[in-house]
């Protein structure tokens, strides 16, 4: 399978998201939620005492899974210093509308169990795109002939396109 990793650009020592998050809990506000889980769609632990994944650990986590379900082209883009809303993004194709679906629900299902967060799946219907927001992680999983209109990769990358990650 082809993995390749787009490095990001902007590396200011902060981070940024957290930072995004605390602003808005620290407002002052009199009932001012100081629940960054509230905020950041994911769960910073779980009932049974784990801790949280790493953003870097649920990457690994997702392309193992897209890898064991056969994707094809994954991307993982590097998001850190660049937008608050996730630290890495990961862009693969299935082959078919079915392959679309299958893999989404079981990325889904995966991280549900073993990095104890409730993904957001959004498209999977259709079969044409699906889009996962795992919190830290934004899966988006297309079928060839979608992901090619969209090029997202382009988009987050600029116009060198990516780089291949041994």
Do not use: C
Request: glycine share 10%.
């Amino acid at each position: 399978m082809l993995r390749r990793s787009l490095a990001g650009g902007l590396s200011s020592g902060i981070d940024l998201k957290e930072a995004a998050l605390t602003s808005h809990t620290q407002s002052g506000a009199q009932g001012a939620s100081t629940d960054l889980t509230a905020l950041s769609g994911g769960k910073t632990g779980s009932p049974g005492g784990e801790t949280r994944f790493s953003p870097d650990d649920m990457l690994a986590l997702v392309l193992d899974t897209l890898e064991d379900a056969k994707a094809s082209d994954v991307v993982s883009i590097d998001l850190s210093g660049k937008t608050p809303i996730a630290d890495h993004m990961v862009i693969a194709s299935g082959t078919s509308t079915r392959q679309v679906i299958t893999m989404s629900e079981k990325l889904v299902e995966k991280l549900k169990r073993e990095a104890s967060v409730v993904p957001r799946l959004e498209g999977v219907s259709q079969g044409d795109w699906a889009l996962i927001d795992a919190g830290d992680v934004l899966i988006h999983i297309f079928r060839p002939e979608v992901r090619e209109f969209y090029n997202l990769e382009q988009m987050w990358t600029g116009p060198n396109g990516p780089t291949l990650n041994g």
